[in-house]
């Protein structure tokens, strides 16, 4: 028997991580025994046992809590030993190490002494240290980005810190191992600061200063001595000031470097340069230990081509779609200027970025005149071509593209005989990698690169699958849960949410929900909207009737604002606190991380109550802004085929999702052994079931309302129907789906749950149909396109190659690689068991098509590696499954033979 994968907090040797008590998961493999019989979990604090479980048969590698109060800046090492059904054994250990919990900084906030609070600044103190350097941990953040430099070297191996979270509500730090940059005698601490997400523009319109028009930083430098001594360095107003080479820096615009500015020295002893002084600075919010994963750089791509356009342009092309940033080597002389421009498409062989809006993604370097490696420091891009300027002569080897994210890695892999279909599932696991940089954004390219809400909750059963999400998203929810809490139990449509009132803003507090869907040019339909504000009806009838347009322009785009539409919540993005959770518990089984994010799903629930039972407590969800079927294909009027909202009904579909929301909750309820909670939530999903089906069917099965495609889809999938009419929806669901040639016209809403419910509900050959087309609508043409990632738009590109619009139009959103979570589920047929979570229990139903004539998928799940295969042999089918150790697979085979195996492989 070996042990992998040993994680603490679900991260692998955690520095600084927040915890209140350490949950410890592992997996147990190559063993002929096929169950564990006990396990053992012991925790050590500097060679003193500080808890010891004992052999016991119920410590799962799921998730065991070790109840132990963690002292703060402490090395844990914990062992755990497995016992197998069959005698054999192992023991492994890792470590983690704990941050400064609650414990304050013995440090002060401080910044540069500039007048200018745009100008960014180098911070650094010379510091002596008397002895030799046993060990040293720094302790720092930094609003908005920051870099700690130590005697002229980055320490760490991350980037963009402290990362994109709440900045208003908790301020997350660092803790780095500064052990091996530290000597005895002099030294330097420096930290480089940028505006990011803090005080950057931000969000459409462009919010400045978001959290704070100041940028300034904290650090705590602790160094144990060879003799056991400790010396605490913090920063205070004795700390110099330099100005920064960087003398732009913003999220969606990029960066510029002048190498002329360059400070020689300034985080090593003995630096000459002419320094500023450095200011106190109060900072309300308050310290917390970082909560997710660390930001790096995980792959390196080389130039896959250089294209010379008809333009004249030189353009690096790196085959791939990433986040990140480019790389170079530079020899400009002095007063040269290197422009690199991002894109993510070529149009008519051309460089083109306009659908980045007004991101202008560039980075700006003038030389020295020295040679240099360069790279940004406080920004980042999405990006497959990147266009050359200012380089004579542009050598491949010079340029590395350089894509960074979350640690976080993958997990899944499905290979078919169909190459189209297997760079679908390359698009949209690549698609996930880009979007998981601290937090789940909808794009990492243009002016957006927000937490969307329902985004992540559409993909987290998918994500869950191909990556190892745990950390991750406890994180995020972590941000959703203070954002709820402001919300008065509602969560937003991104996290996180502005507080401020939207750059020149008329001032008028409008709901957008009364303005977002006016056509244009609509006045009338303008002056019906306005009648309930008398502030804003008084504004309109004092201007001359000439103007009134120009006016209606003015407070529908600078009155629409995301945080004051959203204060009631809406469906599927506001589901993200039941939906996410969900996931996670379901693919990873860990009751703890379920436990703490229970709260957030049952707050949600009841916030949706509430509008229930304004509206006489029916079981039906009437109210809030939403937003539907999410930029569907099925308005029936040509004219309104640029509406986003879909002709599925709104109420319908949030009544259809309060009761999903609900049924999870009552599934985690009794998870967690919560039995009132259970009974409460069972009681409201059926009411709600019931309600939902009374008001939008018939008898017949057949809708009041438009039966859409997504319509029927969630009818089905949620089991919204009237008893014994299953059939009759699928019917309308397959009859729509011919309407269309046997497409899909489904937004966000729908997609996802799209073709597991029709393999679900015996309709899995349309599945496949819909899977395998390769015209428009439907995923395999963009594949066919050239895509490398996932679009946001079914028709982002048209088929001639260029660009079907660029008011929202990204090549990098993950929601409708959704479809991959049907590949796991459906086509290879792996499912969580709802007995098992955590694939300790799991069904095996593969579901084959002979379109696709083989498929290979392994996942390396919380409890082991599975892998199931099947291949077409002329008309006979083959399957092989591997289920890992301490498992139990009920397998399903389409013939109708079931089998109930344990660990172990089988052929049939």
Sequence with gaps: MKLSHLRTNHVKTPLGLAMARPVFTWTAYDTPDKKQAAAQVKLSLEGETVFDSGRQEGISSLGFEAP??????????????????????????????????????????????????????????????????????????????????????????????????????????????????????????????????????????????????????????????????????GTDDSFRAYKSPVTFSNIYD????????????????????????????????????????????KQEFAPVEIIHTKKGETVLDFGQNMTGWVEFNTEAPKGAVVKLSYGEVMQDGCFYRDNLRTAKAEYIYTSDGEKRRVRPHFTFYGFRYVKVEGVERVRP???????????????????????????????????????FLDLPTDCPQRDERLGWTGDAAIISSTACKNIYMPAFFHHFIENVRMEQEYHGGAVPFYVPAPKKAKPGSTGIDLDPGDFMSIPEGDMAAFEAAIDKYPELRAAVDALPESERMDFAVKVITENFSFEHGNKNGVAIWSDVATMMPWAVYENYGDLNLLRAEYPVMKTWVERIRKDDMADGGRGLWLRGHQLGDWLALDKPDPKDSENPFG??????????????????????????????????????????????????????????????????????????????????????????LEAKNWHLDTGFCGTPFLCRALSDSGANDIAYTLLLNDDYPSWLYEVKLGATTVWERWNSLLPDG???????????????????????????????????????????????????????????????????????????????????????????????????????????
């Design 647 to 736: 002709a599925t009904d709104l109420q319908y579909t949030a009544s259809c999702f309060y009761c999903y929301s609900a049924e999870l909750t009552m599934r985690a309820a009794g998870a967690l052994g919560y039995t009132e909670d259970e009974e409460k939530y069972r009681a409201l999903s059926e009411k709600i079931r019931a309600a939902v089906t009374a008001e939008y069917f018939n008898p017949d099965g057949s809708f009041k309302i438009e039966g859409t495609q997504t319509a029927c889809v969630l009818s089905l999938f949620f089991g919204i129907y009237p008893e014994g009419k299953k059939e009759a929806v699928l019917g309308q669901l397959k009859a729509r």
């Design 254 to 297: 990029g960066e510029h470097f002048d190498a002329n500015l360059i400070v020689p020295g300034w985080s090593e002893p003995g630096c000459k340069a002419e320094a500023l002084g450095t200011v106190i600075v109060e900072e309300k919010t308050p310290l917390v230990s970082r909560r997710g994963p660390k930001i790096v750089k």
């Design 802 to 908: 260029t660009i079907s619009g660029t008011g929202m139009n990204s090549l990098n959103h993950y929601a409708y690689g959704s479809i991959v979570d049907w590949m796991y589920r459906n086509m290879a047929g792996l499912c969580p068991g709802k007995e098992g979570p955590g694939y300790k229990r799991a069904t095996i139903r593969p579901m084959p098509d002979p379109r696709v004539r083989s498929v290979d998928m392994e996942l390396d799940t919380a409890s082991g590696l599975y892998r199931v295969c099947w291949r077409y042999d002329g008309d006979k089918l083959s399957y092989h499954v591997t289920v890992p150790f301490d498992c139990t697979a009920d397998i399903i085979l389409p013939d109708g033979r079931r089998e109930k195996v344990g660990a172990g492989s089988y052929e049939f």
């Design 68 to 233: 132990v109060e963690l002292l703060p800046r402490k090395r844990y090492d914990w062992t755990v030993t497995v016992w197998g059904d069959g005698g054999d054994t192992a023991t492994a250990g890792s470590y983690f190490e704990t941050g400064k919990q609650d414990e304050p900084f013995q440090a002060s906030w401080i910044a540069a002494g500039l007048e200018d609070k745009e100008r960014q600044a180098l911070l650094a103190k010379d510091i002596r240290l008397s002895g030799r350097v046993k060990s040293a941990r720094a302790y720092a953040c930094g609003l908005g980005i920051y870099e700690l430099w130590i005697n002229g070297q980055k320490a760490g191996d991350e980037y963009l810190l402290p990362g994109y979270h709440c900045y208003d509500f908790a301020l997350e730090h660092q803790t780095f191992d500064v052990t091996d940059l530290l000597r005895e005698g002099e030294n330097t601490l420096g930290l480089a600061l940028g505006p990011g997400w803090y005080k950057g523009d931000m969000i459409f319109d462009r919010y400045h200063d978001l959290y704070g028009d100041t940028m300034h930083a904290i650090c705590e430098l602790r160094v144990t001595y060879g003799d056991g001594s400790e010396e605490v360095f």
């Design 397 to 435: 080897g010079d340029f590395t593209a350089c894509h960074i994210r979350s640690d976080i890695e993958q997990t899944g892999s499905i290979r078919t005989d169909n190459p189209r279909v297997n760079q679908l599932f390359h698009n949209a696991l690549w698609g996930q990698f880009d979007n």
